[in-house]
């Protein structure tokens, strides 16, 4: 029997969402699916908005940022009211199986609709902050790391010629994963990460002892400091101003911003998002339901959608010991 | 006679500066001269802090943005007391031509110690800004305007995913170079820049007609606004809440920031830089005194310093009639 | 009365004709003009084979390589029986002006055309070699020497690590445009161009007296040669043997090939592409016919057809002057 | 005690290795121990020919593709003479710690030392072919990948506005990783793989099957086939021939070549190579020896150098299986 599969993007767009939208279409091909995108997240769910996807359409899709399926947030999707509209709107498209792409409001905007509606639900992970529970990797997030980090190698340059210090903030909403990799990547010299902040206080005399000792054996120096979002009390603009007195310096704030959510895809995101996609659609007729397909290990596997935002996914030990040897200390 | 010759770069840095400290270099090998880089600007000339430079410790500098050499302010250059310490720095140095690569305020310092040293002095552009009189494109230039637009077309993919408004500051000082360029090569939809504003009114009202105009035509649709740096009173984020309560929309603002003056420089800054150090040096033992080797139709030209900020550059005509035609209109 | 206008690409694909078939259709828009877009260049002419292009249809094309109405070479079309068939074809679409983009064999095709069509016609030159007389630039041209410098700037560093001699070959059919900026830009050590080939002995002696110079003075070093296609008797296979025997050193020959082709086209070749589209269609009812719409010092120029093929185009003097400066010398 | 640790470069460079050193460096400090950098390999190890590294050395060392302290092949180490000699080399310098950055010849090379020498010896992966056996990744593997996807991203412009069919060359020495990869990331149509090559005969006659169906359904197409190197009898030329005749159409050859090896490493190579440095180091003094540190899962491990080599890494399954669902078939 011919089965018939639904795919949205939800949330905040992240490279690779299209690639990913182009392996479930290549996959539904050569199953003889059909395929529709919902537009606009779980507006177009609410309004019965859609297109019919085809193999020609995604052609080169692997290539571009965005999602052609548009984004959007979905407050009102909370409601009884929108779920069983939803519902009787897929059941009206005779759609089989639902794939959210997006992050964990995403995901439980999925686990909400999944009490009205008796089809298959599958959520893959789609966000540049990583903040997923249950997956190694998000789709996104490795294009994102290398925006960040293609900005702030050009920080670098200026902060050198000027021996100035610098503060980025990076994305990642509440959590570290994109600060802590782009601090790594970029050489940076100190970073400050949600899951690791002690206080004020004592990141204050810490930067300032490492910017002392530094001084004292190098002279004037380059310094750059990338900050994770929403951490700060008072912002970037706050620690800026608290810096400059601490250290006597110029210090100058760059915001990364919305510029990290876009972009070509890097490899591993086209990847990661083909290989997700693909076995989303492998699972359609299974008994498999409100589970997300991340990848762990390099392979992709299923979690229940609760679990992924049961808990905060926490940073890799692995990165934050190598950090820890090479960064935020007086050697480096 | 072996001659002698000095070079700095000063005020903020641009990538493609490396690439001229280069050719200066392996120019002078050429001519068997002798080349010091004085360090940190005019400060490096006032303290005597310069090193020798030879074709060995400029391999691969092409590839590498900032300056080698430093770069800083020197408000203390302007005195009279200063400039004699420079040229008896230069004199005990046996000094012969001096070379400052920098903006129209290095231009200034160097007409300035022009009046107490008796050494030849040239002046090359180098200032992400384009900002300089007599010259048709500065070093460091193109690769700011890829830079910037390289972040424009990020944000577009994540504009378009959410149909949203976004307002992105660009860098310029007090010219709209950056701005026009930017705004052009990223199809932006609009660009404010210092030398056509009129009004906040009138911006506003405009903004406001042509995005009803789209709206109507073609429903929902990502717009993005570039806005030249030191424009609108009060700063980019007046503006977006300006936009916000006009549009009835999210606006976002996104400022580029310092990630413009950084990065390898791209293929036209680096072969100006090189045309404009080669030439610069061939001009050591003549008559040619405080002029500045800028590039007029693809050839080295030599321009008066004085000239260099005697009036603001005006936009190119042919750039400004293309933005009329395909952008701040209803139709584009 | 309301204008209609058709546009085609043909030759080889250079990155910005899109950029440029965007601007014809937004400045059309704008005048009320119908555009129409025909496919495979002159192939869709005499298979009326097009498509009706409107703004919708162009969002985000300055960022995308290729050509949208794809391109390809027709031999047929130099009959005039093609010729009369393709008058035909315009004629029966009521097509008021023809734009062709592309290189010279397409120029002459247009040439053909216009002597069995009444309508106007301008050609817009597009082609990575920049080989069109009358036109400081093609578009296209810069984002291919972005690409070959990248490239070349990669090749750089496993040639340090090695100490080892690369030979990358760089398109340009028969002109030395590409390889010349490329090599300069990338820092080369040596570049073969047709415009300045003597023999192949003076060449060999020439590149053999400035590496056993180097080896003298600085021991092992990296040694790039950028070499022009189409230059080489035997090709670069044959030039790599000559010159391990030569140099008794590996010889590593890298064809750049049809990446060159490729890629979002930088700034330069997008704002060029617009000027030149924009004003193409501003001429449209003007008594203005078969030329080209170039550039020349910044601004849009129109050029006689024929001028365009009539003699070779030659390098930049500045450019050459730059080279011989800095480059195939034993000092550089 | 302070310790005396090593670090040499051997084999193909990879983007990384620089990162790794300064990890290397960086870690040491921390330590108080003395770092040595030998230069071109082995030979350096032979001649006594190495430099002292402190941290001012390595600033910003993690952008810079190849490797600072050069990389050679050394046939002459396999002698029992030249372990001996090499063994007294690193006595005379009171090394405790030899880390080889490298493939698995130079893992071969160090073995063979250890059968002379007391020191502990640790291997580092670095080469772009990710052929090394008890490691997920090797460094430089991700950015050569990035670098085949971004060459092919261009190729597919060029192939989609002449609907040609396009074969591209990879790297990746014996084993089919960057083919893989780098045809998954770049939506190619279909890949060749030693890991998977049963005969010439079969792939033509998929390939021809493939493409003979595509054009039925959807005309004249772009098709573009990645090769691994060393795979097809005879080269890529040969394949290219037998493809026109197969297809009746023009088939562009294109070796993408050393331009693979060179470049900024990404993200994944910068951080994998800091993560394995500072581990390296880490174990010092310890009992560990004649072991890779390899990565696994995220986390560095410890593999003994013969496993390295002791029989073909497979390529990943998870992979294999997104291309059979997603390339090489009649659907994609």
Not at 25 to 39: I, P
Not at 57 to 83: M, P, W, Y
Not at 247 to 273: K, N
């Amino acid at each position: 029997m011919p089965k018939t599969i639904a795919v949205l993007t939800s949330g905040g767009d992240a490279p690779g969402m299209n690639a990913c939208i182009r392996a479930i279409v290549l996959a539904c091909e050569r199953e003889n699916y059909t395929v529709y995108g919902y537009l606009h997240g779980y507006n177009g769910l609410l309004n019965q908005e859609y297109t019919q996807l085809h193999a020609e359409r995604v052609h080169n899709l692997n290539q571009l940022g965005g999602t052609i399926l548009h984004s959007a947030r979905c407050r009102e999707f909370k409601t009884q009211d929108a779920a069983e509209r939803a519902a009787a709107n897929l059941d009206a498209l005779e759609v089989d199986m639902l794939i959210v792409i997006g992050g964990d409001g995403s995901f439980r905007g999925a686990m909400h609709l999944s009490n009205y509606w008796d089809g298959q639900i599958i959520g893959i992970p789609g966000t540049i902050d990583n903040d997923i529970n249950g997956t190694d990797a998000t789709i996104g997030y490795y294009t994102a790391i290398e925006t960040a980090v293609d900005s702030i190698d050009k920080v670098r340059d200026t902060a050198d010629a000027f021996e100035r210090i610098f503060l980025v903030e990076v994305m990642g909403r509440h959590a570290g994963f994109l600060g802590l990799s782009a601090a790594l990547a970029s050489a940076s010299d100190f970073v400050l990460l949600p899951e690791l902040f002690e206080s004020e206080a004592a990141t204050l005399k810490q930067i300032g002892e490492q910017l002392s000792e530094r001084r004292e054996q190098r002279g004037n120096i380059s310094y750059i400091i990338v900050l994770a979002e929403n951490l700060w009390p008072g912002g970037i603009n706050k620690l800026a101003e608290k810096l400059q007195s601490l250290t006597q310096s110029e210090v100058r704030p760059v915001i990364l911003g919305h510029v990290q959510r876009g972009g070509a895809p890097v490899s591993q995101d086209r990847i990661m998002a083909m290989k997700l996609g693909a076995h989303a659609v492998s699972l359609a007729g299974s008994q498999t339901n409100c589970v997300m397909v991340g990848e762990r290990y390099g392979k992709p596997c299923e979690v229940p959608l609760p679990v992924t935002w049961s808990e905060p996914k926490p940073l890799s030990d692995s990165d934050v010991n190598t950090m820890k040897q090479l960064m935020n200390n007086r050697y480096a």
